[in-house]
């Protein structure tokens, strides 16, 4: 009774681990699958499968080549679509299953589908790439549609429109999946790319740079040719450059987790472009130290001059001992700030223009804030809408204008001017086509007085008619860079006077005060109804020109010859691909 005992046990302990310990995949083409799972070596080593109905005839399957390191690839062939399979797996041939597996193969009308949703939710395989191994199931009709919805995809980014969510999905996983196909259809995927990617800057830009970068040959010679041919493109609204071009190579290295190819082409571009803004700071943001940034760069996106604020600490607001200070400026407190470019200059009516065509030709808006009007309500034409108010009012010598046309309180021909009578969302629209963003009020005060808590940009002398445009001693708005010699912490002129400046913020009076924690890189409050403004305009006080000094507007309302606007470049860390 007892050897009866042991050998029950001996037996039980030799026992095959059952097969829910071991992981299996199972992936579906149009008329094939492939079963892949791995487990000891004296797990189940064969499969047979059949029509899950009891008169259908089991075909037995072998795998090609030896398992290795115990897993199992085999392929089922000849699958019907819309049928339910068996899938049964076994020790040895002859031997009864170890476990049973249903296999439904999806319609036809709907395997495509199915295969993309699979593939966008990213449902990993026991082993290697699961787009690699599902890429060799397809057939050519698959093929054609998955072409046909990233080119769906590429239309709709082309045409202004913003990608429902579904379809931004299937579109990135139909590119992630013939980027693993044959030439043709990867070559394909790397024009249909580049063809996306030749526009202003948008968020969603990141992930299409990905889904190609992970299955595109690990050199992307196929992406970087594509760019370059698409630089050769004609047309007003064509924005690929060679810098562009090289920056974005970088960036799906290094999406794809190549950092030291990523690190490589990025230098590339700067050692190409030393003056431009772009290549320093998709440096910094892959965390490349001991750069020396020139002390103006220029964004290529807009050509705008603009000035590195390094990253460290600076104190915001004002304290007691300030008898001009007001409320809302206090307490004075320290801010802990990562890097960034600033402008030089606010925006000017011609460097604005360009992006006002934009918006005119393509009614393009999927830059713009999700709360904005032009979004919501209509269609707008442009971003420089008259203040209605003021129009009526009849504010002096209003230039007239069409729709489509800016339109400013300024002389024929002021293009140097700041442009005005833009709304908070219009400013946050521009700053979005050139890639950049509104300054944070934190971010615009430190750039305007630096680590020393100044009360000027130029230090604590109280302003002249040399140093600012202010309390109309002059009368009138002036060109962007006529203070230019005005001296500044890190290089931004005209902060303050000449025009008011949109920062990105919610404005709150006593947020400073409210604000019991203080992280790094402070955006202000979550909801407001005001956004903030900062620097005072041609008509304000002394007072009102102090760098800590805060006001706020509505942010759907614009003010001719008043209210204008700076844009900043971030630096934010990289997240490192895989």
Partial sequence: MIALAVAALVSYLRAPAPLAAVPVSVHLGSSRARVVWSGPPDGPALARYRPDRPDATWVEVEERTPPARGRHDLTLERLDAGTVYRLELLRSAGAGPVASVRVPVPAAGTRVMRLLEEVARGVPGPVGDPDRIVVGLLDPDDLARLRQILGEARDTLLEGRELAELSRTRGLAAASLLSCAAPEHASFVAATTARILDAPPRASDSVWLAAVGHNLAPDLGLLRGALLEATRGRGRFRTMTEARAGLLVARAHWLAGRVEEAIAAARQVNQRFPGMMEPYALLLEMGVAGLAIPE???????????????????????????????????????????????????????RFAPFNAWVARLND???????????????????????????????????????????????????????????????????????????????????????????????????????????????????????????????AKDMVGNAWQWCADWYHEAWYREQLDRPADPTGPPTGWRRSQRGGAWYNSRVVLRVANR??????????????????RTIRRLDRGR
């Fill in 365 to 491: 808006h999927s830059r713009c804030h999700e709360s904005s009007s032009c979004r919501k309500a209509r269609r707008w034409s442009t971003h420089t809408l008259m203040d209605e108010d003021e129009f009526i009012a009849g504010v002096a010598q209003t230039v007239p204008a069409r729709k489509g046309e800016l339109a400013q309180v300024l002389p024929q021909g002021s293009d140097d001017h700041p442009v005005t009578s833009v709304s908070w969302f219009d400013a946050f629209s521009y700053a979005a086509w050139a890639g950049k963003e509104l300054p944070t009020e934190a971010q615009w005060e430190k750039a305007a007085r630096g680590d020393d808590k100044r009360l000027y940009p130029w230090g604590n002398e109280p302003p002249t008619v040399q140093l600012a445009n202010f309390r109309e001693l002059i009368g009138h708005l002036t060109p962007v860079d006529q203070f230019a010699r005005v001296p500044s912490p890190y290089g």
């Fill in 296 to 350: 103006v760069v220029t964004c290529e996106a807009d050509g705008a001059p603009m000035a590195y604020v390094p990253p460290g600490h600076f104190w915001m607001g004002s304290s007691l001992e300030d008898p001009d200070a007001e409320r809302d400026e206090m307490p004075i407190h320290v801010v802990r700030l990562s890097g960034f470019f600033i402008d030089r200059f606010l925006v000017s009516k011609g």
């Fill in 551 to 568: 006001d706020s507007a509505s942010p759907s309302s614009a003010r001719l010859q008043r209210w204008g606007f700076r844009t900043v």
